[in-house]
């Protein structure tokens, strides 16, 4: 508080002496904001946690931190700082309110006298991400490509697939790989590969997103792998072997008129094989030919006997036939054998 002295003259002449009291308020030297600024750049999302930190380069009586509790509401106290010195740094935290812009403000206190600071934020709706789990595609007996979309709401987001079953069931998978999805305001679309899944199988799974403002899980879908067929590069892929597999063509038996049992030894190699039977014929237009067997799939990994019925063979003939076997790594071809067919008996 400052006292002015002031000297006035009466009508009489005589000098008399006033006293005036008056305050003198110093330039504002205190500034408050939110730790990401004052402004448009000032950005938080519904229930982030806040900081409002000030900075006094002059000594207060208090100091006040005033803001409504909706956009566009009257503004109340909700923190003071009592007795605030020079260089004292004090700082206030809280949730972020529900979305929209505030008009906040700091009211600085010099005895009976204030000034108020402005301060300006925005919250925006949950930075949570938001999910939609969309249809898989390009499914094969041990894969498929699932596919969702993420909203990251402004913040890096990881997204990626779960299995909704429990991990004991016949039909569950792990965690996919983790996709990044940038920071955005706009859905963006993610699609990840699960394989080593079983064929002929029904998956349930969901998309899922996760941020530093939380984690969002999408709906329930799910997805059937194909059926594997003999012949088709899924089914000798979906196990490996080491090395083509060993054919070895063993002589036929139970050689009849028109059938004989054929006969092989195969070694698979460690992975699933085809097997079948060919005729030696060089052409379908040879007495001799029959046509090939259907390929047959196995799953064993270790060696095995393999041998099929031939029917539908011309009396008295001599057939020429060797065993094929196919896995990841080639086909291998046996030997040729040969085995002739009885006479029918005159009647």
Known sequence: ????????????????IVYCEFAVLPKVRFVMKTERGSGPEAVYFAGERMKFAGYAAHDADKVELMMPETPGGSVKTVYTWPDVKVSTQPAYYRDAPAAGTYQAQTRVWFRDA???VPCEFTVKPSGAPKVQTLAAADITPSSAVLES??????????????????????????????S???????????????????????????????????????????????????GTADF??????????????????????????????????????????????????????????????????????????LTGLKPGTRY??????????GQTVGQCLTFQTGHEKNQ
């Not at 508080?1 to 008399?16: D, I, P």
């Not at 020429?320 to 790594?329: D, G, H, Q, T, W």
């Open 149 to 178: 979309k993420i909203k990251s709401n402004g913040r890096e987001t990881e997204a990626y697939f779960m299995c909704v079953d429990y991990p004991s069931s016949p039909n569950y998978f792990g965690a996919s790989t983790i």
């Open 114 to 116: 204030y000034y108020d």
């Open 236 to 309: 000798l892929s979906l196990a490996p072997a080491t090395d083509p597999p060993v054919a070895v063509t063993n002589a036929a038996a139970d050689v009849a008129t028109r059938s004989a049992q054929l006969k092989s030894y195969v070694d698979p190699k460690g992975g699933n094989v085809e097997v079948c039977f060919s005729c030696c014929a060089e052409t379908s237009s040879d007495t001799d030919y029959f046509p090939s067997t259907a390929w047959s799939p196995h799953t064993s990994k270790a060696p095995f006997q393999f041998g099929v019925l």
């Open 1 to 16: 508080m400052y006292w002015l002295q002031l000297a006035v003259t009466g009508s009489s002449g005589r000098l008399g």
């Open 320 to 329: 020429k036939f060797a065993v094929r076997a196919r896995n990841s790594k």
């Open 180 to 230: 990044k999805v940038p920071a955005s305001d706009e859905f963006q679309k993610v699609r990840i590969t699960v394989s080593g899944l079983k064929p002929a199988t029904t998956y349930n799974y969901m998309a899922v997103a996760r941020n530093a403002a939380g984690k969002t899980e999408g709906s329930h879908l799910s997805f059937t792998t194909t059926s594997i067929k003999a």
